[in-house]
């Protein structure tokens, strides 16, 4: 015959186990709607960027080849045709020489105000 009774060490265990898998069903389903997110945000990007381009063209009278001469020419920055961007050293403080800390402008050491370029990456 079965055993049908369970101890209360074994609810717990089937209790916590039935929790852990509510929790990661819960954080797929957040990660999946944050990759359909970016998935959006990536094509009202490329939509902007291709939208911007045409009006550049049109207005400078330049063509896709130029514009495939700069897409090379920003790739080849790392010496690799590889289609990713270069990777950009770490910023030195303008003042003391130290290094910035990466996504901020202003030096941690001194407090000098730094020009960061905006693809910086
Ligand atoms: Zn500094």
Not at 90 to 114: A, D, H, I, L
Request: aromatic share 6%.
């Amino acid at each position: 015959m079965f055993e049908l009774l369970i101890d209360a060490d074994q609810y717990r265990g089937i209790a916590n186990a039935k929790a852990s898998a509510n929790n990661a069903h819960s954080k797929a389903s957040k990660a999946e709607s944050e990759v359909h997110f970016l998935q959006w945000k990536v094509e009202r990007l490329t939509m902007v960027t291709e939208a911007l381009w045409e009006i550049i063209k049109k207005s400078h009278k330049i063509t896709d080849q130029d514009l495939q001469k700069y897409i090379n020419q920003v790739d080849l920055k790392d010496g690799k045709l590889d289609g990713k961007v270069a990777k950009t050293p770490p910023v030195k403080c303008s003042r003391c020489k130290k290094t910035v800390q990466r996504g901020k402008t202003v030096c941690m050491y001194c407090g000098e105000q730094n020009q960061i370029s905006p693809f910086k990456r």
